[in-house]
């Protein structure tokens, strides 16, 4: 049984920003956010490129915002994803979200979205090792198995993320790639080093 005594806000090692829970504080932002930059995303992120992306953006908000109130109520099997915002530490600024996406039997992917004027700095390598330190480590979050990540083979900066953050390449095609994690495999590489 988990334990909620420790704030599911986590503070991201050797930077200026928080992971805090999705909330409906956090539409607004969000929404702006992608907006913004929708044409960015889109060249990387399939369900932009959909018709009604930001209704479905709207929809993941209010499903985040529902698991969240799941997981403060212990009820770990009816939550689908654990989303956080990624804000500067003083919360004036919003400039992502990465989270625990499809949760299911025990495995899970992971999602993430970054300002792009806030893009190659490292910050949501920072973000995912965090998660994944607050996941394995930490064992604050949901117990899963194996984490997944999936990229389209074009997006580098992904694919440099998942392999700094100690994902291993497990399947690829003219579309995309896939990496995958399991405790074992994040316990291993911080034995090594």
């Known amino acids: ?28 932002p969000h929404l702006k956010l992608v907006s913004d930059n929708h044409e960015f995303y889109s060249k990387y992120i399939y369900k932009f490129r959909k ?5 479905n953006e709207v929809e ?31 919360k004036s600024r919003y400039i ?3 989270g625990l996406l499809r949760i299911k039997n025990g495995e899970a992917d992971i999602g993430y979205l970054v300002d792009p004027q806030m893009a190659g700095q490292g910050i949501m390598t920072k973000c995912v090792k965090c998660l994944l330190d607050a996941l394995w480590k930490d064992n604050r979050l949901i117990p899963l198995n194996r984490v997944s990540l999936s990229t389209s083979p074009v997006n580098e900066a992904s694919k440099r993320i ?7 390449l497990c399947k690829e095609d003219e579309q995309e790639m896939w990496y995958e994690q399991t405790k074992e495999q994040w316990l291993s590489q911080k034995e090594d080093g």
Do not use: Y
């Open 1 to 28: 049984t988990m334990s909620l005594t420790v704030s599911p806000i986590l503070s991201v090692p050797n930077s200026d920003f928080i992971l805090e829970p999705i909330g409906t504080v956090h539409t607004e």
């Open 51 to 55: 018709e009604k992306w930001k209704e």
């Open 60 to 90: 993941m908000l209010k499903g985040a915002q529902a698991d969240w109130h799941s997981f403060t109520q212990q009820k770990h099997a009816s939550i689908l994803t654990l989303n956080f915002s990624i804000r500067s530490k003083d």
């Open 96 to 98: 992502g979200v990465v």
């Open 162 to 168: 998942a392999l700094k953050t100690g994902f291993c």
